[in-house]
């Protein structure tokens, strides 16, 4: 075993949610009444917290509408919840696979805390992560704070742990916080943006790839 922990990004690295968060963000732009950003634009803020992502995207907006925003956003994902956001295939059982290998697996994502636990709750995973930390409770990517939190919490070394995102942000945060990192080319970022922060490899296909690199 190369590493001893193997952190994941949530959203676009797992589960495929990215045209549901679209959705969200252009539907909540419409409700408060701004201007609707492109898909490219949303996708570009994928990863960061809610609020950090709200003042990328409309930097010139009074923080109270930026506030409003983050709002309008949370009411337009809970009222669309019949949106499906499935793993993506065989993520599931690679999951399971590499946590019965003995590896811990953990979760760093821009996603809240109530959001998170209600996807681990319907994709009953909860057992298969050592630790989970969420944008509400540290500083957004790609601040290192939320490894170093894992990496405390489990008394694992730098040198142990490894990163995977399917967004620059994801591996920065890696680079911040000193861990090795790996990229998913089929998320928010393609993979000449992920390879600026440097990743031991991007790949096309996690469920398959991982076991090369770990």
């Excluded at 499906?84 to 065989?90: C, V």
Aim: charged share 20%.
């Amino acid at each position: 075993m190369k590493y001893q922990l193997i952190i994941f990004d949530w959203d676009g690295t797992l589960m495929d949610s990215l045209d549901k968060i679209v959705l969200c963000m252009q539907q909540a732009t419409k409700q408060i009444d701004i201007a609707v950003p492109s898909e490219a634009a949303i996708k570009d803020i994928i990863g960061l917290s809610l609020l950090t992502a709200t003042q990328q995207l409309f930097p010139d907006l009074p923080f109270i509408k930026q506030q409003q925003l983050v709002d309008a956003y949370r009411d337009r994902y809970h009222a669309n919840q019949h949106i499906e956001t499935p793993f993506y295939d065989g993520i599931a059982d690679m999951l399971v696979n590499i946590q019965q290998r003995g590896y811990q697996l953990a979760v760093a994502t821009g996603k809240g805390r109530v959001g998170l636990d209600r996807m681990i709750a319907k994709t009953n995973t909860a057992h298969l992560f050592s630790g989970t930390v969420c944008a509400d409770e540290a500083h957004s990517k790609p601040d290192p704070l939320m490894i170093k939190m894992l990496l405390d919490k489990l008394a694992i070394p730098a040198e142990q742990a490894l990163m995977i995102g399917d967004s620059i942000y994801d591996l920065e945060m890696a680079a911040n916080a000193g861990i090795d990192s790996l990229g998913v080319s089929y998320g928010v970022h393609n993979s000449t943006q992920l390879m600026q922060a440097k990743p031991k490899a991007i790949l096309d296909c996690l469920a398959t790839e991982l076991d090369s690199y770990i």
